[in-house]
């Protein structure tokens, strides 16, 4: 019996002694991350393991130029939306997704996919794409060791972006809550219902007075050659409503992916541009559209001698947008308001403008593709 105590006591000892020599485990080379985001009145959840650089060359070797990626090391990174979000410009419903890109020097494509349970690329198919769309790659001051995925840039309107960065290198991909942009459009409402609870007979009598007020003033108008004063009022809005006319033909042509359409408001653009008569104007608003003139009419005409080469008439319609809404603002040409409208990822990942009659956004620079990408900038 003493025998197998001290044999058992020496096996305790030895067990302890081994177990106090064994090395602790180290961080993995890629770690396991995961974080959930608040996102307007929902949620994003993001899983993903973070590989470092550990002095090798990233972009362009380790991870190779276009050529798929998991986005990160291990099993594939993965997406999990509470809510409905648009994510590169296209409204994705709840549901997890796989996250998988395929890096370029300038531009990144980004890939939402269906498939969720694979290691790396194993599992990926191309027919399980939800969405696929492209971004613009950045470069950062800061050199980040570990790969990192955040959801950072939030404004007022709704709009954030999950940002991909590792190296010296940081990719944005657009995110929107749509519900965030439709209380910051409601925000004028109650503007509007201000006279809610007050005794509207007592306002509207009020109302009255100021009308009658104004009648002297109407009146005195009389005997004055009321279409010389309208001619002074609105010759440049009335000149410019062909052009203007066209221009948004041209833009709803451009976002239905339609190159003919596009060429033939393009042509009538050119039409109603030569069509203008500065006879009357004032110095300054003379200087003002000769500064623009010829290049609207220039841009107008590649885009109506190019149907079927959709891409050339997208590039004319960048310049051709800026010099119009330099006209609009300098000459107040719109009798209707007419809404600045910007893309991040258009031109080349430079961004550009565009002019619309509705507050609703349909980029024209991608169309169908990426058909609400983009945002309201100010109205003219």
Not at 110 to 130: C, M, P, Q, R
Not at 264 to 273: I, S, W
Not at 300 to 305: C, K, P, Q, R, S
Request: hydrophobic fraction near 35%; glycine fraction near 6%; include cysteine.
């Amino acid at each position: 019996m003493k025998k197998l105590l001290i044999v058992n006591l020496l096996c305790l000892i030895a067990f302890m002694a081994n177990a106090q020599n064994t090395p602790k485990t180290s961080t993995p080379k890629s770690p396991e991350a995961a974080f959930t985001q608040q996102f307007g009145g929902s949620e994003i959840q993001v899983a993903y393991a973070r590989p470092s650089a550990r002095g090798r060359k990233i972009f362009g070797a380790l991870v190779p130029f276009d050529a798929l990626w998991r986005t990160g090391a291990n099993d594939c990174t993965q997406i999990k939306l509470k809510e409905e979000v648009a994510i590169g410009g296209k409204m994705i419903a709840a549901g997890k997704y796989s996250l998988f890109s395929i890096p370029g020097a300038d531009m990144w494509t980004i890939i939402l996919n269906s498939e969720t349970s694979g290691h790396g690329t194993s599992a990926y198919k191309e027919e399980n794409d939800v969405h696929r769309f492209k971004v613009k790659s950045e470069k950062t001051d800061r050199f980040y060791e570990t790969f990192t995925i955040e959801i950072n840039d939030f404004d007022a309107k709704g709009d954030a972006s999950l940002n991909l960065i590792w190296e010296n290198t940081m990719v944005r991909i657009p995110l929107k809550n749509e519900m965030d942009a439709a209380v910051a459009t409601t925000d004028a409402k109650p503007k509007m219902d201000a006279h809610a609870g007050h005794d509207m007979s007592k306002m509207n009598k009020m109302e009255g007075e100021k009308t009658a007020n104004v009648k002297p003033k109407m009146e005195a108008m009389a005997g004055h050659d009321m279409s010389k004063m309208d001619k002074m009022d609105n010759g440049l809005k009335v000149q410019f409503a062909p052009v203007l006319s066209a221009y948004y033909g041209l833009k709803d042509a451009l976002t239905a992916d339609n190159s003919k359409l596009a060429a033939e408001n393009g042509k009538a653009m050119k039409t109603a541009l030569r069509k203008i008569d500065t006879k009357t104007w004032t110095a300054k608003e003379r200087n003002a559209y000769d500064e623009v003139a010829k290049k609207l009419d220039t841009d107008a005409e590649h885009i109506g001698d190019n149907a079927g080469k959709i891409d050339h008439q997208r590039e004319h319609f960048v310049s051709l947008s800026n010099n119009l809404t330099t006209l609009t603002k300098a000459l107040k040409i719109n009798s209707e308001p007419a809404y600045l409208q910007f893309c991040p990822m258009a031109n080349g990942g430079k961004g550009a403008y565009w002019l619309s009659k509705e507050n609703k956004v349909k980029n024209p620079y991608y169309g169908k593709s990426m058909l609400t990408c983009g945002s309201v900038k100010e109205t003219l």
